[in-house]
């Protein structure tokens, strides 16, 4: 699996120099607050943060701890608990719905989802309610032959909601432990797409009162703020009740994530390190913060 160290070998780089310089420096409060802003936001650190770290290296001169220690129980603090979901203990019958923009990763992910469901010995049912192209289910079809799960496809052209029925209605009666549906992608910004969901939602809601007991949204995180934008508007029209962040070893702009847990309040569970089947993690906060520093141990 990548590690989360090369995972964000990007941000890393467009931080490492400044970073380093201030961490390294005997008074460390004799750099500008304004040069170690400018770092940040070019690495999509949301504006609050920003200004809470630049506070803090003004500080730092009259503390006893480390800067680098500082900013790191600040960032850590700003990511606060993401619980990813715990496979064994799930309780059957579990609903996922997974939406997205455009090529952010929906399908991969639910078919590496549904692997970590199988590994952790649960039975996964994926759904494909991506009836936009025939590619969509297909590929989705494609992915549960070779992890081996269960799958409904619903015709190209056919109704979202009713795959999504049909999907919950299967996993029922082939007894299932998750239902994982996979969405057509949808620009944020078209409303009639964005209100599919909500028929998407309730006809899971119809078969099955409660579901889909998960939704999550998945982010591509080479888009980084524009990542916040389309969480926030996908959260208005379906609630959210985590993310997935995939391609975070593309993106040099991972600061956007603290974005996604402050201004959303939404928990990260999952990030693609790699574009191998593995290459999905449980979120490590930890692993996050110390590979954006600089800190800790290189693999
Ligand atoms: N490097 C990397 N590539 C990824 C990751 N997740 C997905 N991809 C790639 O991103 C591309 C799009 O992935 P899909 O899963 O088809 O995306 P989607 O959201 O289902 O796309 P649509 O259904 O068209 O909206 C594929 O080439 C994937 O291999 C990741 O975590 N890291
Ligand atoms: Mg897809």
New binding site residues.
């Given amino acids: 699996m990548g590690s989360w160290f090369n995972g964000l070998r990007k941000t890393r780089e467009r931080l490492a120099g400044g970073l380093k310089g201030l961490f390294s420096s005997p008074k460390p409060g004799e750099a500008t607050a304004e040069e170690l802003a400018d770092l940040l936001i070019t690495a999509d650190v949301p504006m609050r943060l920003v200004q809470t770290l630049s506070r803090e290296l003004e500080k730092s001169a009259s503390r006893k701890e480390p800067l680098v220690a500082t900013f790191r129980r600040v960032l850590m603090d700003a990511l606060g608990r993401n619980p990813p979901l715990d496979w064994a203990s799930l309780p059957t019958p579990s609903t996922l719905l997974l939406v ?1 923009i ?8 639910a078919a590496k989802l549904a692997r970590m469901a199988l590994q952790a010995g649960r039975r996964p049912l994926l759904g494909a309610a ?1 009836t936009f192209r025939a590619a ?1 289910s297909h ?1 989705l079809k494609l992915w549960a032959d070779r992890i081996g799960c269960e799958a409904v496809v619903g015709a190209t052209g056919g109704d979202a909601a009713a795959v999504a029925y049909d999907a919950i209605d299967a996993a029922l009666a082939r007894h299932c432990d998750i239902a994982i549906v996979d969405t ?2 949808r620009m944020h910004t078209r409303e009639p797409l964005m209100r599919e969901l909500q028929k998407v939602r309730a006809a899971m809601d119809k078969r099955l009162p409660g579901a889909p007991h998960h939704t999550w949204v ?1 982010l591509d995180a080479m888009l980084g703020q524009n990542a916040v934008v389309q969480a926030r508007q996908f959260h208005e029209m379906t609630p959210l009740t985590g993310a997935i962040i ?2 975070l ?2 993106s040099s702009k991972a600061g956007f994530l603290f974005a996604i847990r402050q201004e959303l309040d939404l928990p990260i569970l999952y990030a ?1 390190l ?2 191998g089947p593995d ?1 999905l993690a449980a979120f490590d906060s930890a692993a996050f913060v110390d590979a954006l520093l600089d800190v800790g141990e290189a693999p």
Avoid at 102 to 109: D, E, I, P, Q
């Fill in positions: 997205g455009n090529g952010s990763g929906k399908t991969t992910t991506d969509g590929q057509a992608g998945v995939t391609k070893d593309g693609g790699g574009e290459d």
